[in-house]
C-alpha cells in the first residue's frame, strides 16, 4: 500500500473500503508518528519492531476473516489491535519491545483472564475470536 489517502478519497466519496485494506492504511500512519505523538509528548512511537510484527497480525486477521475494531497507537510504544463485542472486550498490543501481549475481558462476569505473552499469533487470533463471539 503506497498511499493510504487513496483510502481517504474512497471513503470521502462514500465507497466501501474493504476493513483489512483500512488496517493496513491505519498501520502505515501509525508507522509515521513520532515520539511524543500523545497529548502528554512523551508517549514513544510504534517502530520498525511493533509495524513489523502488527503486519502480522494483520495477514492473520485477514485469513480468518476477523477484523480489528480499532487500531491504535500504544502509550507504551506500539500498536494495539482492539476487538469487542457486546460487553467482551479483547486486544493485541505489539510492543516496540517485539513483545506481543494479549487480555481479554468479560464484563457481564466478574472472572478476570490474565493477560499472557503471545507465542503463537494464529492461535492468540483464534482463542480471541471465540471469546468475542461466544453466545452471540
Known amino acids: 500500500l503506497r498511499n493510504h489517502n487513496y483510502i481517504k478519497t474512497l471513503k470521502g466519496l462514500g465507497g466501501f473500503v474493504p476493513p483489512f485494506l483500512s488496517m493496513l492504511a491505519k498501520i502505515k500512519e501509525l508507522a509515521e508518528l513520532e515520539d511524543g505523538w500523545d497529548s502528554y509528548n512523551s508517549a514513544p512511537a510504534p517502530d520498525k519492531i511493533s509495524i513489523d510484527n502488527a503486519y502480522k497480525?494483520?495477514?492473520?486477521?485477514?485469513?480468518?476473516k476477523f477484523p480489528s475494531e480499532k487500531i491504535l497507537p500504544s502509550i507504551d510504544g506500539g500498536v494495539v489491535f482492539t476487538f469487542y463485542k457486546n460487553k467482551r472486550y479483547a486486544d493485541i498490543e505489539c510492543f516496540n519491545s517485539d513483545i506481543i501481549a494479549a487480555i481479554m475481558s468479560d464484563r457481564n462476569s466478574e472472572d478476570r483472564i490474565p493477560a499472557w505473552e503471545?507465542?503463537?499469533?494464529?492461535?492468540?487470533?483464534?482463542?480471541?475470536?471465540a471469546f468475542i463471539n461466544e453466545n452471540s
Do not use: S
Open 118 to 129: 503471545v507465542a503463537d499469533i494464529r492461535q492468540t487470533v483464534e482463542r480471541i475470536k
Open 57 to 64: 497480525v494483520v495477514r492473520i486477521l485477514e485469513e480468518m
